[in-house]
């Protein structure tokens, strides 16, 4: 029948009354009956249509309840709402567009006046007090107490137990450096106020506000560069000062070579060549590009001007700027301050080291024999003047991409001869020591700890050796030599000793430092990109000196040219009267004029 068969209720009217079994019983009993629709009665609206609220006379039982304003944009839900404590990281979802209004809060009168705080211990670092309990610092101390209280008894010790004992010892070593380092990283730049490079007006207006960490993702592969023009004349550089050492100082002698620095707008060779090649838009030094594409490395205040004019744009520095200084313990845990005696500023520091940078690359050259580029004449030599540096320009081109097309200015400072006799280019760079009462004295660790002297200038220094990395390889550089200056003493900043030096390839240091080019080429598009936004003017770009991040100003056409004139003025006015500078107001450092 039918339970001995599958059947399809779609075919249950085929089957014959026998199998259906009569009528259809209910298991659970007859259905209910329907019940009656129930009344629905429309409540009466009072409208408002002058304001937000009700309407009308208020009932007695309400007229003494506190009103809390509220928006028709306010989220309903809070008092339902019972994962509001359990996620605290999803913030308040139902503030008010008021505040947190304090209607419904409850004083009581009687309980305030009558509190008072009884403990007033103050409460603990929980940071402090972790660090200090933890356990395998507790253990080692425990440790040295029982090794202390064993040696009172004069017990002999196996072999075993000495090399544990020592072992122990290098711990605590360890962890003492540890603990000294993180007490000065903890109060790193604490006290040490920046000053900014450029005084901001009221007239500049703000375009851009970049933020140096999103800069370090960006990446542009760029190719090779196509050489325009060279010119300059080289000399070779002296093998014989690889051979100076601690032990054989060398005293450095001042020059009286000139080492021009022109900026980008005022060199002929790139007003000649943005005239000739008319694809070029872009047009800098590599000094500029240096400290852009390293500018996530800098803690410093810097500026550069760019003038955009029609379809090219130009990267200037500016006459009365800082630019070309180099700074000194920039990056390190305890920078330089202006507290303590005035040759230790970090002003007259940076002047220190740039005057040794531009003295030290001329002095360590062989005078005579020199390798002349095609066009041998300086470009930036003056009428009457015969003693020009050993500088090589090279102005090169860079593709990088079909609307940007940079020729920038690149220098070399010697040549040198390789073992087999082959000509390569090279640039000389000083590190300078000012303190020798620091943690890495060089006059004492520089023959035997070089790799520990060029990590601990890598962390004070790095990026002033960062933006020397990349200008070299921006000119095609085969070997960046560091140069090791320290003072005779350390309270006297006229004289100087050269201890040592230290040859590189630009790619190697530069993947030694954690370099990368491709994403300084990045960084620089970045910024073009964002000029060619804006209409035809003039704009700085302005590093803060207290936080991380790059701006934009839109500034007037003159806002430079002013204050040049200014200067100007004040000269011939100073010439007139006959103003007279008194000793002790002059700069430290002698021969400062090697600084123009």
């Not at 000094?287 to 001007?305: G, H, K, Q, T």
């Not at 000012?434 to 990026?463: C, F, I, P, S, Y």
Request: with cysteine; charged share 30%.
């Amino acid at each position: 029948g039918i339970y001995n068969r599958k059947i399809n209720m779609a075919d249950i009217d085929d089957l014959p009354p026998d199998d259906i079994g009569g009528p259809v019983q209910y298991l659970t009993g007859p259905p209910p009956e329907p019940q009656p629709p129930q009344p629905f009665t429309c409540p009466e609206i009072v409208a408002n249509p002058k304001s937000w609220g009700p309407a009308g006379p208020f009932d007695e039982r309400f007229s003494h309840m506190p009103y809390q304003p509220f928006s028709k944009s306010d989220r309903l839900g809070k008092a339902a709402d019972i994962t509001g404590t359990a996620y605290q990281s999803r913030g308040n979802r139902y503030t008010s567009m008021f505040g947190a209004g304090d209607a419904y809060a409850f004083y009581n009168q009687e309980d305030e006046s009558s509190f008072a705080i009884v403990h007033s211990k103050k409460k603990t670092d929980m940071y402090k007090r972790k660090w200090q309990e933890r356990t395998s610092r507790r253990d080692l101390f425990r440790a040295r107490d029982d090794r202390r209280m064993a040696g009172m008894g004069n017990q002999p010790q196996s072999k075993a137990q000495k090399y544990r004992d020592r072992d122990r010892a290098r711990q605590e070593k360890r962890w003492a450096r540890r603990w000294d380092n993180r007490k000065h990283q903890n109060r790193r730049n604490d006290n040490v106020e920046r000053q900014a490079s450029v005084e901001i007006k009221s007239s500049w207006k703000i375009l851009e506000d970049i933020n140096l960490s999103h800069l370090q993702k960006l990446k542009t592969d760029v190719s090779a560069p196509t050489e325009l023009l060279t010119c300059g004349s080289m000399e070779y550089y002296d093998k014989a000062y690889d051979r100076v050492s601690v032990s054989k100082p060398q005293r450095v002698v001042h020059t009286e070579r000139v080492v021009p620095s022109v900026t980008t707008t005022d060199d002929p060779n790139i007003r000649g060549l943005s005239k000739k090649e008319t694809e070029a838009n872009v047009f800098a030094t590599d000094a500029i590009l240096a400290a852009i594409m390293c500018c996530s490395r800098s803690v410093n205040s810097w500026d550069v001007v760019i003038q955009k004019i029609g379809s090219k744009i130009f990267f200037d520095k500016r006459e009365d700027s800082d630019f070309d200084l180099l700074t000194v313990g920039e990056t390190a845990f305890d920078p330089p301050t202006s507290e303590g005696l005035a040759i230790n500023s970090p002003d007259t520091l940076a002047r220190e080291a740039t005057y040794l940078n531009r003295v030290v690359s001329q002095m360590v050259l062989k005078k005579g024999n020199k390798y002349e580029f095609p066009e041998p004449t300086h470009p930036f030599l003056e009428e009457g003047e015969e003693s020009s540096a050993s500088i090589g320009y090279r102005y090169r081109m860079w593709e990088l991409d079909d609307k940007i097309k940079l020729i920038a200015r690149t220098q070399h400072d010697a040549v040198y001869k390789d073992k087999a006799q082959r000509t390569g280019f090279m640039d000389v760079k000083t590190l300078t020591e000012w303190n020798d009462g620091g943690g890495m004295k060089w006059k004492q660790k520089l023959d035997t700890q070089r790799g520990a002297v060029l990590a601990t200038e890598l962390k004070n220094n790095g990026n002033k050796i960062a933006r020397w990395t990349i200008s070299s390889l921006l000119s095609g550089s085969s070997l960046l030599r560091l140069m090791y200056v320290s003072r005779t003493t350390p309270k006297d900043n006229r004289t100087h000793l050269m201890l040592g030096s230290q040859a590189f390839k630009p790619a190697d240091l530069a993947a030694q430092i954690n370099l990368n080019l491709k994403n300084g080429w990045g960084i620089f598009k970045h910024i073009v990109q964002i000029i060619m936004k804006y209409e035809d003017g003039k704009y700085v770009l302005f590093k803060d000196p207290q936080k991380q991040v790059l701006r934009i100003y839109s500034v007037p056409d003159n806002t430079f040219e002013e204050s040049e004139a200014e200067e100007e003025e004040d000269e011939d006015d100073d010439d007139k009267i006959g103003v007279n500078v008194k000793d002790d107001e002059m700069p430290i450092l002698e021969n400062d004029a090697a600084l123009i």
